[in-house]
């Protein structure tokens, strides 16, 4: 394998120029992956509304009026995290606010409810196990699909740091 080396001499044009772009990179990485962590989970968003029928969390938020129950979800949880830089890499994760969002995305048991008696206990013969529920993977196959679009990531990142630079 050949390695090629490249030195500039001097205070060019051309060198200031790299020199800035060197400096702007940090800046310009960060900036296009929020702007694709913030399309993946529009993305994401669209495929769960048509993949993920009835599957919402009743949670209870306190307004200054009264508590009211509000439905968060699945397809409304994905938000774009933040940029975190590993060593000489750059990566921003696309996270779920959605509590059940493992349940539907790696499977889970399917128990019948626990009723109660009228003292309160538990009866006898519920909360029985029913059958396993199958993940439906949908963010994986997502991603999967998405990792062909590299590249053109790549070269986004590129022509953005050459136009923060002002090499456009």
Request: contains cysteine; charged residues 30%; proline residues 2%.
């Amino acid at each position: 394998m050949s390695s090629m080396e490249c030195e500039i001499i001097g205070k060019g044009f051309l060198s200031e120029n790299l020199e800035k772009a060197a400096k702007q990179f940090p800046h310009s990485t960060e900036k296009v992956l929020k702007k694709e962590a913030r399309n993946i989970a529009k993305d994401l968003k669209k495929r769960v509304q048509q993949e993920a029928k009835g599957h919402h969390y009743h949670g209870k938020v306190a307004s200054d009026e009264e508590t009211e129950i509000i439905k968060n979800r699945l397809e409304n949880s994905f938000r774009q995290g933040k940029v975190v830089k590993n060593g000489s890499g750059y990566s921003v994760a696309v996270t779920s606010k959605a509590p059940h969002y493992h349940f539907y995305e790696d499977g889970h048991a399917l128990v019948s409810h626990r009723r109660k008696s009228k003292n309160g206990k538990a009866k006898a013969g519920t909360g029985k196990y029913i059958k396993d529920v199958p993940g439906r993977k949908t963010v994986a196959r997502y991603m999967a699909q998405r990792s062909e679009y590299s590249e053109l990531i790549g070269q986004e990142l590129l022509n953005e740091i050459l136009k923060d630079a002002g090499l456009d």
